[in-house]
């Protein structure tokens, strides 16, 4: 039943929802409209009953994974427990249904929690020019970026064209930066993981504008190059960006302005507990340097005698989306800061940490780990000796853990290692849970045969036809099809 | 310790031993510099606990007028729709909203089968091929749609739109064209409040021409005839839409456009100052290589079952890197659940009705406008469910700040929506949208709060909500 | 994992929930309670963090069968559609943390509903007295019996001692009788499942205080002698109570102030949409005659001016529970019985009805049907034929129904019907439903062996041990066990 | 039709059509007799669309005072209690509430090992060996202990209690004893408010000692020493007990106590204007087969599994009938859910922080009472939560009033507990009750509201509130 679509559950008249009767004094809506602009008929959704959609959406949602239910140790996305009082604070009365374009003194409760968040934001970072309007990760890149470019046009650097990316990096960073009207380099990784100190020198030069790093980075080691990294590019005159992906290892331990970083993005729905929704929605608030918050997207919250009130910044680059930003993703990284506050965040890094060297602690004897026996947040371990030996990929891998009841950590990523597995436990699962995963990474690299092949086996579907999907796309339902 | 960890001490002695550490500062200095390392604890609040955050945050919440305290006649590109309990509740289901991208299919077939649906019904509210799982907004989404576009049709630069699109969807496309080869023309809409003198703008050099129907004033456009114009001269038509509307209104595909998008918060999603909300975007399926996001598609599994995926990857940055469409990575697949629940109990008949519950009253209201002494409407034509009212007095906001502090959220002043908005044309005027869910007597209520405003009225809204 | 006790997940120190410090004016507990009531330690409760608390009871709870995942056609509990809406406004600031002791002129709101909520139970029952104090069902019985027994006495008459049930009933008439102080007679169901006329006047004499009818009784067929009944009772001086399990069948449609009853509980859990809970809570609401009211426990809700309150009636029978009633409960019914309102709820009985009717046109011929090819909102089938020709009980075609996505129906109730298989698909199903329930039962009686007798083979467990477990009880959890 | 209903017309007529009926009146008419049925359409509001019946109920909510709206000091079995947003969220669950007595077990796991957490629960914070899987409220759930008693000890009739005990307890007492062979004797506490006079009044024809500790009063009773007698005299005694204080005074088992309920309202559950509750009840193991309600076990499945079934349903009802323990047939599971998620967030130290909080921040109101000029403590002695308080202007409900206007609840009059509560005596009292939700702030704005208040004053709440 699960797997019917919506639409083939309806039928012609049954219905859900329910209007009052309009208006008696009301004109005919025929009075109303010109003829030529309605639609000889409404669109056609489906028609279903309310216990329909309850039972069929319901039904759905237990075909996936989720925090909630299972461990989620997808690398690089920080799949920790998502407080249910966030969600209760983020929807009371006065905070998720306050129009966006209320004035400040109607909305003054809300702007308090923004400029604080803006407040503490600043402080976790380093870098005090905070803008809140970025809707995700990726948007918090593009907008940095633009910040950067008008703040090399301001100085007449306008030939600062060029952003250098790690070749261990994240797919947005090079995005962002052609999105922005840069072109990109990729800066190599030397044996150890880290940035080849060598091939950045080549690669800076007075086109250079910025430099994307992240750090952590993707291998979850931390560069402890980073502060000879930002003597190097900022002696050439560009300038860091710190992908902040990966903040959920060095809260309160390093912050990126204290080791060269100008600006960064956070991602409250990683670092903060934002639930991740299935995709989204997330958020990408940015940090800066004192000398690049003028350009800085508006509105920011600043202070107004005993209230607060929205201004753009004096240079503002302009907007990036429309309203204020993904307010209610950021109330609750605002209660998660208080929640922990000046005590706790650091010890959230590092019971982080913790975890992430205890699993990485076991799983070195299960698959072979490149890049050293410790690390930060998160590790990658490789199959790339499984799959020569025992024709066991990351896949099969990933795979095969869900029928152990464990979500797939991220494989294939970075793209630096070979049959990537990249595990980030997070601080909020317990040392039986690891322990347990451990030991279900070690059985399945004993398994063989049809029970890898053809795994998971649990599932209600199992290994889709993701070229067949690709070649003849189906994107939407159709009567009869 | 406040918050969510779970080792306790004997747990971290424990895990210690295994890492082969003495203590877990052991293992951040062998890999963080002492001298990169912050000397100090960090600078915020002390740890909070459950019960006296709440009781914070809600006399915060207090501070704050909202939809439930106040008759909320608020719009410009946000709406005080009824969302039903259903949407609330299946979007607060754990499966939803705490799991992820589905990199692993076989076990977010839930996620995935809701973004088809979602796709899919994108496609019968825009009239278009092929929808996306989603993008931030509908601001962001135009400027997306004009990326797409300006990417599509090769060795055209001009964007071509009229003051009557969203002053903040132009704010947005200027701050994402600044690094991009492009001219962008916006074109004054004419004193009814319609864009057809952008018809003259379009020439051979546009890539696209971008619109809002209804506008940004409420009114509608002459969809059908601009892009006839367009595609004459070879450009590419998008359309911001308000998919309640359609409901009533031909769709987008069926008046010609080539892509369209929309501000999904309407479709059940809650105003939450502005965001999370919804970026709808569908387009023909000639521009589908080029559509930015996520997309889930159809295919069989091992076993041969029908199932669903994400796919066309490869437009994608995670493959792609700095060739891909967009640097789009994450969607709103919980806003695109809540729009898809929100469909699926209203379905064609509710859709229509709600759209016909919006014209009506909102011509109710200005019917009331028309008759009052201080106000008059700004154009005559036709309006779906906004409109836009000039104060004779030009005392906009003092007049918006007496009416919250009697309760009612009146209207939104142009020059709040954006600095020059409409280069100052309305800066005395105001928008008022009225939903399905305003009654005649909220109606009543509104005249009356306005109607006993004096100007400069001073109020002090600290003290007064 | 889901299988694991909450107690098992415990580790000495670990905590979820924290409270603000002590306020430092504070003086110390040992100053401010005398050492012998302290306990030396609090008590073992698990110690576990919040992300296990919530794992373990979203995973627990898809363990569970419910109406908002599948099909749950358990007779005589009419497990229909929940709405929504219901749950959102019982819950609304203002409705759900109201305090039961504030003063009417606190509580307006919550009486004006409790109040019109009297008015259309007494308007739908055709009873005016009404009593919303009752918690449950059962106890709704009980409290009319008592309000029943203060009538005869103050009539003199505290002879009438005896109660009459229908062999047919619910086990809870017999036993509400007895703890009212009652002593109770079965009356016999005749060959139509109707009660048999001759055998209930046999037992009518001046001790019979009360006769407690199901009707439509629990064959899903209604009395239509009750007409007769109420007359027979009437004339020896008793009184007639309804078993209102039944009410979604007739709504709208018959009374039974109308047709004879002289008292009757409403089950707002089932007739009215409240959520059945896993088991409750719901409420017991009592409907009176004139000549009854007086009787009801206290409070009820009175008109007083504008405004509503609360007040004991002049011969209350006194309190049955504490406070008002189940209020939260009261208030989904409000909504429900408002949402449908006057042209609605007989629309859901007629639907109730026919969908009953529909399933049994399907059912009849794959299982026999003892009491006749019509019926009103449930029906009662049985496999008594199939057990002696195939060794197929009902219990087996419960069991079995699992497997096929369907909770089963209710089984070896009523007691009349040997095998029974009691079906009752409510108005919030659809068509399709009901045919797909109708073509697995249909299977089911195809197959044999394993298939069945080692059914349901999906179910996390299958066919436990009852009777291991009722003759060495383990009714908690206990360290190393 | 506005509602939950399925079918078509086109369903309906296909339906009919497989029954072999005309219509669906033919179906009714063949059953119901024209005469019985009734001959005009019922007499209700017209039916209510979700958005105007929502908009409606908040108008009516928002008439009503609450404990968000205001500052909590009532009490008297009914507690402010802070409730998490894991307890809302897990009961909130359409798997939970949607789901019924679990008579499949293979399809119950979740509730029949919720039912059996919870069970285990109620025994660590009772002390005692068994407990049921929930009865209706804390007061029905003492007068069930008192039938089970009553049905245990043989040939005594006699149930010796104090006014002590809350009076609505009591008086639930005294109705389900009208249809039963028993003797109540209700003995005056004396005047430190304590029930040790009640020793006296045990003899040997006593079956059973009903005492709450702490007691209505707020104050502490000497249990051991009434269990002490009364098991002399051969009586069982009860105890109905705060759930939460237990995280710092010895349990009912520990007393020596042998049946303890209890309200399990303050275990996460709303206050909901009174119901639904959770009334809570453990026993010692010999009682067990009296018990009343369902309970669920533990046993091994087909496959040698553990799991948990519904078990000793020879006692109940639907087996035993006229010979059953009780009439109970649900019982309050959903609430039980809430209580289980509770305690087990909370865990020991939260319990008894949670108490701590409770006792020392009485101690500080109570302090402040004392202070006062108007009032006067009623009883010197140590109490945990609750404390009474006596008006020396003798105008408890007159405070009251004049106290919600001003947005705190101070307190509950004795008098509106229950007509003739205590014999009158304490008429001109109210019981204030702290829960660890108030913080020192509020103490103060409680007093401040008191001590404004005049006597006399005259407040129409209608208009204030």
């Not at chain 1, 910025?210 to 560069?223: A, C, H, K, Q, S």
């Amino acid at each position: 039943q699960a797997t019917k679509l919506i639409f083939e559950m309806s039928r012609p008249g049954r219905r859900a929802h329910h209007l009052p009767s309009l208006p008696e004094s009301a004109e005919a809506i025929s009075e109303l409209l010109p003829a030529d602009v309605l639609a000889d008929e409404p669109p056609p959704l489906p028609e279903v009953a309310e216990g329909d959609v309850v039972r069929h959406f319901v039904n759905l949602s237990t075909l996936n994974m989720s925090v909630d239910t299972h461990f989620y140790p997808l690398g690089s996305c920080t799949m920790k427990y998502n407080p249910k009082r966030n969600e209760r604070m983020a929807s009371l009365a006065g905070i998720g249904d306050v129009h966006p374009l209320q004035r400040d003194g109607t909305v003054g409760g809300v702007l308090q929690m923004m400029y604080e968040l803006q407040d503490m934001l600043g402080e976790i970072s380093g870098l005090p020019g905070v803008s809140l309007q970025p809707a995700a990760g990726a948007h918090g890149e593009l907008t940095a970026l633009l910040v950067a470019a008008a703040y090399f046009n301001e100085r007449g650097e306008s030939q600062r064209t060029v952003v250098l990316t790690a070749d261990s990096a994240h797919g947005t960073n090079p995005a962002s930066a052609q999105m922005a009207g840069f072109s990109t380099k990729a800066v190599k990784s030397n044996a150890d993981g880290l940035v080849d100190l060598e091939d950045l020198k080549s690669k800076l030069n007075d086109e250079t504008a910025v430099f994307m790093l992240t750090n952590p980075n993707t291998l979850g080691l931390f560069d402890s190059q980073v502060g000879e990294i930002a003597d190097l590019v900022h002696e050439a005159g560009g300038l860091i960006y710190l992908d902040g992906a990966n903040m959920n290892a060095i809260l309160g331990i390093a912050r990126p302005g204290d080791f060269g970083a100008d600006l960064m993005h956070f991602n409250p729905h990683k670092t903060f507990s934002g639930p991740h929704g299935g995709g989204g929605p997330g958020a990408g608030p940015i940090c800066v340097r004192d000398f690049l918050a003028d350009y800085l997207p508006g509105p920011v919250v600043v202070r107004d005698g005993d209230g607060y009130r929205c201004q753009a910044p004096s240079k503002s680059i302009g907007r990036v989306r429309s309203f204020f930003g993904n307010v209610g993703v950021l109330v609750r990284a605002y209660i998660y800061i208080r929640t922990y506050g000046k005590e706790g965040l650091r010890k959230v890094s590092e019971d982080a940490v913790l975890g992430a060297n205890y699993l990485l602690s076991k799983v070195r004897h299960i698959l072979d780990v490149p890049h050293g026996d410790r690390c930060m947040h998160e590790f990658v371990a490789s199959a790339k000796r499984l799959k020569k030996d025992k024709h066991l990929t990351a896949m099969d891998i990933a795979k095969r853990l869900l029928d152990y009841g464990f979500h797939a950590p991220t494989v294939y990523f970075p793209l630096v290692v070979e049959e990537a597995v990249m595990v980030e436990p997070t601080e909020t699962e317990s040392k039986e849970t690891l322990d347990a995963f451990a030991q279900a990474l070690f059985r399945i690299t004993e398994e063989s045969g049809d029970l890898i092949d053809e795994a998971p086996h649990s599932t209600k579907i199992s290994r889709p036809d993701d070229v067949a999907a690709a070649r003849k796309p189906i994107l939407k339902w159709s009567e009869g099809e | 310790m406040k918050g969510y960890l779970f080792h306790t001490d004997d747990d971290r002695r424990e895990m210690l031993r295994s890492i082969g550490a003495e203590s877990i500062d052991e293992i951040i200095d062998g890999q963080v510099p002492q001298a990169l390392q912050m000397q100090r604890p960090l600078d915020l609040p002390p740890a909070a606990d459950e019960m006296s955050l709440e009781a914070e945050l809600r006399s915060l919440a207090a501070k704050n007028c909202s939809v439930a305290s106040h008759i909320c006649f608020m719009g410009a590109g946000a709406y005080d729709h009824f969302i039903p309990a259903v949407v609330d509740e299946m979007a607060s289901r754990g499966e939803y909203y705490t799991s992820y991208t589905p990199y692993q299919a076989e076990v977010s077939q839930g996620n995935l089968q809701v973004m088809f649906e979602y796709e899919t019904m994108v496609s019968q509210i825009s009239g278009l091929d092929v929808s996306n799982a989603s993008l931030y907004d509908g601001g962001s989404a135009a400027t997306e749609a004009v990326l797409m576009a300006l990417a599509s049709v090769k060795k055209r630069h001009k964007v071509v739109t009229s003051d009557a699109v969203h002053p903040q969807y132009l704010e947005i496309l200027r701050s994402y064209l600044v690094g991009i080869e492009a001219e962008l023309v916006v074109v004054e809409s004419d004193e009814s409040g319609c864009s057809d003198p952008l018809i003259d703008a379009i020439d051979d050099e546009t890539a696209c021409v971008l619109i809002q129907h209804p506008n940004f004033f409420g009114r509608l456009e002459q969809v059908q005839k601009i892009a006839d114009t367009a595609h004459e001269k070879g450009a590419l038509v998008i359309q911001s839409f308000d998919p309640i509307s359609v409901g009533l209104l031909k769709r987008p595909g069926d008046l010609g456009v080539d892509i369209a998008v929309a501000e999904g918060q309407s479709l059940g999603n809650p105003l939450a100052y502005g965001g999370p909300y919804l970026g709808i975007i569908a387009c023909r399926k000639e521009l589908m290589r080029r559509m930015p996001g996520r997309i889930a598609g159809q295919t069989i599994d091992r076993r041969g079952n029908r199932c669903w995926v994400l796919t066309l990857q490869t437009r994608e940055q995670h493959i792609r890197r700095e060739k891909a469409t967009s640097n789009i990575c994450s969607n709103q697949t919980l806003l695109a659940l809540r729009a898809t629940v929100y469909l699926s109990l209203l379905g064609p008949q509710g859709l229509k009705e709600t759209a016909e519950h919006c014209v009506v009253k909102a011509n109710l209201a200005r019917d009331r406008f028309a008759a009052s002494e201080r106000f008059e409407l700004v154009h005559s034509g036709p309006v779906f469910k906004e409109f836009l009212v000039r104060d004779r007095e030009a005392d906009v906001t003092g007049l918006m700040r007496r009416a919250a502090a009697e309760g009612v959220l009146a209207g939104v002043p142009v020059s709040d929506v954006a600095e020059g908005a409409c280069g100052g044309r309305y800066d005395d005027c105001f928008l008022v949208a009225v939903t399905e869910k305003r009654t005649e007597t909220e109606l009543d209520r509104l005249m009356a709060v306005l109607d006993a405003a004096q100007v400069g009225d001073s109020v002090h809204l600290a003290e007064t909500v």
